[in-house]
């Protein structure tokens, strides 16, 4: 019987592209980053410091942008280490179940709150006089934590039977993050019925999820229709537009990657890009930015570290 020794370590190739674009990607992904670090954690701060904006709606965005923060940190990096090393980016096979795991795990935690946040719309805006009970401070709660938990098992579901797989070689995957299709490809054994686990996992939650989102909008739309001013219309439909924009990015690429028959590891690792790296750095603008709430809060803890400033500078003159 021929000896093999397990795979230790894997080998990240990462975005395909031509050798000479490395600069320029590394800048564009590295400023992305730190845009959507940035941005989120601010909208964050603005949303925990302003009384003003401490209503579902809100508590549920804080949920949605610390995941963003995390999500973009548990693929960008590695990215950018790819674009660095023309021979790929070496990941320990304990840090790549981590990664897998993390990823999944935001993502799928992603998915569930973008349904209840559809739920909260569709109940603000169908139920606005019985809005306040019905979504109350213990129901915010208890469906954020029931999203955490359920992104926890989907991803728990997904992670530990593909690496109970045995890896022996090649090492190589051709991916920027440790994923379902790139990792399976790589096991020495059947794993047909993984993929098939994960496969059903995947469709139920992402198809599921999408199914219920549809419906509250389109109970919402109905909603709407029955408002009497044009402003009252516009003001509503504005609100959903955005949430609308941000689920079909982030969506539409996830049923791309994972649901369709065949995989084709180029298109996949680009179309991945939509989902990992471009919708965390558009949540903040979409949901936050266009809202004048938010903007007011914003000018405010501005106006306060600028008077924090003056009143620190003004201090030390007069201590010399």
């Keep these: 019987m021929m000896n093999m020794s397990l795979v230790t370590t894997f080998v990240l190739t990462g975005l395909p592209h031509a050798p000479e674009l490395d600069t320029f990607l590394f800048g564009i992904f590295l400023v992305i980053y730190v845009l959507t670090v940035v941005g989120n954690f601010l909208i964050l701060l603005v949303i925990i410091v302003n009384p003003h904006l401490h209503t579902p709606m809100y508590y549920f965005l804080t949920n949605l942008f610390f995941i963003d923060m995390w999500y973009s940190t548990v693929t960008v990096p590695k990215m950018l280490m790819t674009l660095v090393s023309p021979e790929g980016s070496p990941i320990s096979f304990h840090s ?3 990664q ?14 973008y349904t209840v946040m559809s739920y909260d719309r569709f109940l603000a805006i169908s139920y606005p006089l019985r809005y306040a009970s019905m979504m109350s401070g213990r129901t915010c709660a208890i469906l954020a934590t029931t999203t955490w938990l359920s992104g926890s098992v ?16 090649p090492n190589q995957i051709q991916h920027y993050i440790c994923d379902a299709p790139s990792v399976l490809k790589l096991a020495c054994a059947d794993t047909s019925t993984v993929e098939m686990v994960i496969f059903v996992n995947i469709g139920v939650v992402a198809l599921g999820c999408f199914f219920l989102i549809v419906l509250s909008y389109v109970s919402i739309v109905h909603s709407i229709l029955k408002i009497r001013t044009s402003e009252g219309r516009w003001r509503a439909f504005q609100t959903c537009a955005s949430h609308c924009i941000v689920v079909l990015c982030f969506y539409v690429p996830l ?9 084709k590891e180029v298109v996949d690792r680009i179309v991945a890009v939509f989902y990992t790296v471009m919708t965390p750095l558009l949540n ?8 004048k709430d938010v903007k007011k809060a914003l000018l405010k803890l501005k106006d306060k570290v600028m008077y924090s400033q003056r009143k620190w500078s003004l201090q030390c003159r007069l201590a010399h």
């Design 96 to 98: 790549c179940v981590a």
């Design 100 to 113: 897998f795991y993390s990823f999944d795990f935001l993502g799928s935690t992603e998915c569930f709150l």
């Design 154 to 169: 989907h991803s728990a579901v997904q992670t530990t039977p593909t690496f109970r797989l045995p890896f022996y070689g």
């Design 255 to 263: 049923v791309f990657i994972y649901l369709r028959p065949g995989s």
């Design 284 to 291: 903040p603008v979409v949901y936050t930015l266009r809202n």
